[in-house]
């Protein structure tokens, strides 16, 4: 199994200081986090895209393309990039640009986005939700399989022999999709044959387990082998379980309470929290233990190939969220692929 993390670069009042961080600071804090999970050995750095005041990365290539000269093994992932109100040439020009920096460790994650500020930012109809998805996400891998694109299409001016540069070292260009909880996303990943990332952030995760099942039953019924899957949540690995709870929570209700006024849902409370990191709750807080306890219980339910970690739900202290990663890199990400590799009879 593949273990990493993602992040938005969420920019929220500094628990230290009291004050609301800035976007240049945020930014380089996230480049010491990306830093600090290649050298303890994570296998993916994932950032996702937004267009509000609380996150700083609007533009993940870009970021990605500054991650790529401060690493050296690391897979450099978005997570995801809103391609319902992109451009898919620019974004194969973009991530291409990411692979030849990094020497052939760039992937796109594309979504339709769980929220919907780029549509009217970028000129698009939300009646279009879907169908621009699937224009584009056609487009999208259209051009990574041909260095010279013929294409017309309902959102976008059409293609005549057009080629489309620069080429990446990898080929294909790893391309995932990330869904939340449709159904028909799952069949529309699987019947792509392209993995697949469910964000599982509340709720119980086994609920989420037919949209896995869906994924790759489409892909067998389209004649393609079993695509990888990847789950997404949110959590915090401390030295002990106590730490963990204590520097989550605040942040953690912080930022979902302040969704939660735009979407209709109550407050978090404590014992809603504390539900959520328990063995069967989304959440993955707590000790290194308990981290290797989870994500093994969820792999019985997933058999998932990637693992990804959101840390920085809310600002938490830096040192936190360095240890976090230390942590997930050098006590979490051993143990579970120590685990998965053992053959059940030579435990």
Known sequence: MEIGIYTFGERTTDPETGQLI???ERLRRLMEEVKLADEVGLDVFAVGEHHRPDFVVSAPAVVLGAAAVHTRQIRLSSAVVVLSSDDPVRVFEQFATVDLLSQGRAEIMV???SFIESFPLFGYDLRD????????LDLLLKIREEERVT????FRPPLHNQGIYPRPIQHPLPVWVAVGGTPESA????SRGLPMAIAIIGGLPERFVYLAELHRQAAEQAGHPIPKLSINSHGLVADDSQTAFREAFPAFK???DRIGRERGWPPMTREQFAFSVSLRGANFVGSPDQIIEKILYQYELFHHDRFLLQMTVGTLPHRTVLRSIELLGTRVAPAVKKAISTPQSAK
Not at 187 to 190: K, T
């Open 151 to 154: 294409w017309s299409g309902k």
């Open 129 to 136: 939700y879907d169908v621009l998805f699937d224009e584009k």
């Open 254 to 256: 912080l930022m979902m």
């Open 187 to 190: 069949v529309r990943a699987g």
């Open 22 to 24: 800035s976007p240049a």
């Open 111 to 113: 979504g339709r986005g």
